[in-house]
C-alpha cells in the first residue's frame, strides 16, 4: 500500500491493497491519521517513527501489525517526497507484507498499563465510549500471585476479545479494556476470568465494569482530563475509588464531583499545604550529580483528601487552577534554590501554564528580579495536559531560555503529544519515560525502540535523561545506549535539599 501524508499525519493520496487487506477502497482513507493503517496498540510507536521521519526526511523499514483481525505483521517505510510538483512538505510511506513470518495473534499478551492509558486517551478525545475495568482480588481482598493471575487474564481476554481491543494490568490485579466499542457481555467475560482461576487452583473474585466516556458539554481536552484521573484513581484504588471521584455517573458525573471539591483544592493550593522532595539526576559518565528534580508531596491531611500527588495535580488541571499550582511550586522551588548553595532544580510546568501568556509574564518579572535563578531553576514540560496553543509555549520557551534556564521535556513517550513538542520546541533535555528502559531490561526488540528514541532525541541536539534506574544492570544498559543523565533509585530517592 502507498500513501502520501501531511506534516500533519493526515492522508493525503493512498493506492494499493487496501481493500483486500483493510476492507475499504483506497479514497476511503483520505483526510485520515496516518496512524490509523497500524493496529491501536501499535499507534503510540507509529507516532514515534513518524516524528522520525519528520526530524531525518527518512524511515527505515520498521515493523508494525495492520488493523485487521489477524494482526497482520507489515513493514512500513518513508522518503520525504521532492519539492517538484507542489509535494514540498509531503511524505510518502510504504506498508508491505512480511512474507514467512509467523503472524502475531491479533490478542497477544497483554499491552500493558501505558498502552492502556495512551489507547484510553486517545478515544477519549473523540467521544468514544469505550473503558471497562476489571479487577482480580483473593479472599484477603489483594490481588493473588502475580504471575499466574496475569497469564489466566491474558488468556481469557485473548479469547473474549474482539479485534481492535487494547487490555493491560494498570496495577497488580487491576486491568483496563479499551475498544471501538464497549467490551461485550463483561459479566461473562468476569465469569471466564473466575473459572480459569478456580481451574489454576487459585481463589479469586472478579469483578469487571464499565465507565461511560460520552458526556455532553464536556471538550475534549475536559474528556481526556477526566479520563486521565479516572484510570489513576482505578489503578491506586480500584473501582471504589472510580466510585468515589463520580465516575459510577460518568465523565461529566466526575467533573460534577470534581466542581464540589474546588474550595477545597483552592485552599490547599493558597495556603502551600504540600512540600517538595528532591531526587538527584546523575551523569552517566561519573555519576556526579548534574542537578535536583523537585517533587510534589502534598500534606497527609491534603493528600487524605485529594489522594495521590498525581491526582492532586490532575484534579488542578481539570478545574482550571494549573496555573496557581505552578506557581506555588515556582515560589518553593526558588526558595529551595536560594538557600541551596548553588544547587540547581527542576520544577515541574504544566502545558496549561506554559502557553499561558499571564504565566509566563509573571514568570518573567522574577526571573528579571532576581536573575540568579535562572542559573539555578530548571523548567521540566509535563503533558499530564496537553498544550493546544503551541505559539504561545513556544514564545514561553524562547523567552526563558534567552534569560537562560534550561528546559526538558518529561516523559518523553508516553503519549503521542511528547513527539510532537520535541519537533516544536527547543529544549536542552528530553526525559524518556521509564516504562522505555524497564522493557528494554526484556526483549531485544525493546532494547531497539529505546536505542531509536535516544537516537531521535540526539537529532534535535538535546541531552538524554534516562529516568527510574534501580539497577545498576539498567544503569550499564542506558549508558551503553548513550543516555546523558539517570534518575532512579539507584542513585538516591526523593527527599531533601542537601
Given at each position: 500500500?502507498?500513501?502520501?501524508?501531511?506534516?500533519?499525519?493526515?492522508?493525503?493520496?493512498?493506492?494499493?491493497?487496501?481493500?483486500?487487506?483493510?476492507?475499504?477502497?483506497?479514497?476511503?482513507?483520505?483526510?485520515?491519521?496516518?496512524?490509523?493503517?497500524?493496529?491501536?496498540?501499535?499507534?503510540?510507536?507509529?507516532?514515534?517513527?513518524?516524528?522520525?521521519?519528520?526530524?531525518?526526511?527518512?524511515?527505515?523499514?520498521?515493523?508494525?501489525?495492520?488493523?485487521?483481525?489477524?494482526?497482520?505483521?507489515?513493514?512500513?517505510?518513508?522518503?520525504?517526497?521532492?519539492?517538484?510538483?507542489?509535494?514540498?512538505?509531503?511524505?510518502?510511506?510504504?506498508?508491505?507484507?512480511?512474507?514467512?513470518?509467523?503472524?502475531?495473534?491479533?490478542?497477544?499478551?497483554?499491552?500493558?498499563?501505558?498502552?492502556?492509558?495512551?489507547?484510553?486517551?486517545?478515544?477519549?478525545?473523540?467521544?468514544?465510549?469505550?473503558?471497562?475495568?476489571?479487577?482480580?482480588t483473593g479472599p484477603d481482598g489483594r490481588p493473588p500471585e502475580a504471575g499466574p493471575v496475569a497469564a489466566l487474564v491474558d488468556r481469557a481476554l485473548?479469547?473474549?476479545?474482539?479485534?481492535?481491543?487494547?487490555?493491560?494490568?494498570?496495577?497488580?490485579?487491576?486491568?483496563?479494556?479499551?475498544?471501538?466499542?464497549?467490551?461485550?457481555?463483561?459479566?461473562?467475560?468476569?465469569?471466564?476470568?473466575?473459572?480459569?482461576?478456580?481451574?489454576?487452583?487459585?481463589?479469586?473474585?472478579?469483578?469487571?465494569?464499565?465507565?461511560?466516556?460520552?458526556?455532553?458539554?464536556?471538550?475534549?481536552?475536559?474528556?481526556?482530563?477526566?479520563?486521565?484521573?479516572?484510570?489513576?484513581?482505578?489503578?491506586?484504588?480500584?473501582?471504589?475509588?472510580?466510585?468515589?471521584?463520580?465516575?459510577?455517573?460518568?465523565?461529566?458525573?466526575?467533573?460534577?464531583?470534581?466542581?464540589?471539591?474546588?474550595?477545597?483544592?483552592?485552599?490547599?493550593?493558597?495556603?502551600?499545604?504540600?512540600?517538595?522532595?528532591?531526587?538527584?539526576?546523575?551523569?552517566?559518565?561519573?555519576?556526579?550529580?548534574?542537578?535536583?528534580?523537585?517533587?510534589?508531596?502534598?500534606?497527609?491531611?491534603?493528600?487524605?483528601?485529594?489522594?495521590?500527588?498525581?491526582?492532586?495535580?490532575?484534579?488542578?488541571?481539570?478545574?482550571?487552577?494549573?496555573?496557581?499550582?505552578?506557581?506555588?511550586?515556582?515560589?518553593?522551588?526558588?526558595?529551595?534554590?536560594?538557600?541551596?548553595?548553588?544547587?540547581?532544580?527542576?520544577?515541574?510546568?504544566?502545558?496549561?501554564?506554559?502557553?499561558?501568556?499571564?504565566?509566563?509574564?509573571?514568570?518573567?518579572?522574577?526571573?528579571?528580579?532576581?536573575?540568579?535563578?535562572?542559573?539555578?531553576?530548571?523548567?521540566?514540560?509535563?503533558?499530564?495536559?496537553?498544550?493546544?496553543?503551541?505559539?504561545?509555549?513556544?514564545?514561553?520557551?524562547?523567552?526563558?531560555?534567552?534569560?537562560?534556564?534550561?528546559?526538558?521535556?518529561?516523559?518523553?513517550?508516553?503519549?503521542?503529544?511528547?513527539?510532537?513538542?520535541?519537533?516544536?520546541?527547543?529544549?536542552?533535555?528530553?526525559?524518556?519515560?521509564?516504562?522505555?528502559?524497564?522493557?528494554?531490561?526484556?526483549?531485544?526488540?525493546?532494547?531497539?525502540?529505546?536505542?531509536?528514541?535516544?537516537?531521535?532525541?540526539?537529532?534535535?541536539?538535546?541531552?538524554?535523561?534516562?529516568?527510574?534506574?534501580?539497577?545498576?544492570?539498567?544503569?550499564?544498559?542506558?549508558r551503553g545506549l548513550g543516555a546523558d543523565l539517570g534518575q532512579g533509585w539507584l542513585y538516591g530517592r526523593p527527599g531533601a535539599l542537601p
Amino acid at each position: 500500500m502507498l500513501l502520501e501524508v501531511s506534516p500533519e499525519g493526515r492522508i493525503e493520496f493512498a493506492a494499493g491493497a487496501f481493500r483486500s487487506r483493510l476492507g475499504e477502497p483506497p479514497e476511503a482513507w483520505l483526510g485520515r491519521p496516518a496512524e490509523s493503517v497500524v493496529s491501536l496498540p501499535d499507534r503510540a510507536a507509529f507516532d514515534g517513527a513518524f516524528s522520525t521521519l519528520l526530524a531525518r526526511d527518512r524511515l527505515p523499514p520498521t515493523p508494525f501489525r495492520l488493523p485487521d483481525a489477524a494482526g497482520t505483521p507489515v513493514s512500513v517505510a518513508g522518503l520525504r517526497l521532492p519539492a517538484a510538483h507542489g509535494a514540498a512538505g509531503r511524505f510518502c510511506l510504504t506498508v508491505s507484507s512480511l512474507p514467512r513470518q509467523p503472524v502475531r495473534a491479533a490478542h497477544p499478551a497483554l499491552a500493558g498499563g501505558d498502552a492502556v492509558r495512551d489507547a484510553a486517551l486517545r478515544l477519549a478525545g473523540g467521544g468514544a465510549d469505550a473503558l471497562s475495568f476489571i479487577e482480580v482480588t483473593g479472599p484477603d481482598g489483594r490481588p493473588p500471585e502475580a504471575g499466574p493471575v496475569a497469564a489466566l487474564v491474558d488468556r481469557a481476554l485473548s479469547a473474549g476479545l474482539g479485534a481492535g481491543c487494547v487490555a493491560g494490568e494498570l496495577s497488580a490485579g487491576r486491568y483496563g479494556i479499551v475498544s471501538q466499542s464497549p467490551a461485550d457481555d463483561l459479566a461473562d467475560l468476569a465469569a471466564r476470568i473466575e473459572d480459569a482461576a478456580r481451574g489454576a487452583g487459585l481463589d479469586a473474585a472478579v469483578e469487571a465494569r464499565s465507565v461511560p466516556l460520552r458526556a455532553e458539554g464536556l471538550t475534549p481536552v475536559q474528556r481526556t482530563r477526566a479520563l486521565r484521573y479516572a484510570l489513576d484513581a482505578f489503578a491506586r484504588g480500584g473501582y471504589p475509588a472510580v466510585e468515589a471521584a463520580g465516575f459510577a455517573a460518568g465523565l461529566s458525573g466526575f467533573v460534577e464531583r470534581a466542581c464540589s471539591r474546588a474550595d477545597a483544592l483552592h485552599r490547599a493550593i493558597a495556603g502551600k499545604r504540600f512540600g517538595l522532595a528532591f531526587q538527584p539526576i546523575v551523569r552517566m559518565e561519573d555519576g556526579a550529580v548534574e542537578h535536583y528534580e523537585a517533587l510534589l508531596r502534598p500534606d497527609p491531611e491534603v493528600a487524605a483528601e485529594f489522594g495521590t500527588p498525581g491526582d492532586f495535580v490532575a484534579l488542578a488541571e481539570t478545574l482550571a487552577m494549573s496555573e496557581k499550582l505552578d506557581w506555588a511550586v515556582v515560589e518553593a522551588a526558588s526558595a529551595a534554590a536560594r538557600r541551596g548553595r548553588g544547587a540547581r532544580i527542576a520544577a515541574n510546568l504544566s502545558g496549561l501554564s506554559l502557553q499561558s501568556p499571564a504565566f509566563r509574564a509573571r514568570l518573567l518579572r522574577l526571573l528579571d528580579g532576581e536573575p540568579m535563578l535562572a542559573s539555578r531553576l530548571m523548567a521540566e514540560i509535563t503533558e499530564t495536559a496537553e498544550i493546544e496553543d503551541e505559539e504561545e509555549a513556544v514564545r514561553t520557551i524562547a523567552a526563558l531560555r534567552e534569560r537562560g534556564m534550561e528546559l526538558c521535556i518529561d516523559d518523553f513517550g508516553a503519549g503521542a503529544a511528547a513527539f510532537r513538542y520535541l519537533r516544536a520546541f527547543r529544549v536542552d533535555m528530553v526525559k524518556i519515560d521509564g516504562c522505555y528502559l524497564r522493557d528494554a531490561t526484556r526483549s531485544e526488540q525493546d532494547r531497539g525502540i529505546l536505542a531509536s528514541m535516544v537516537g531521535l532525541i540526539r537529532t534535535v541536539g538535546a541531552r538524554i535523561v534516562s529516568e527510574r534506574i534501580e539497577t545498576q544492570a539498567e544503569a550499564e544498559l542506558v549508558r551503553g545506549l548513550g543516555a546523558d543523565l539517570g534518575q532512579g533509585w539507584l542513585y538516591g530517592r526523593p527527599g531533601a535539599l542537601p
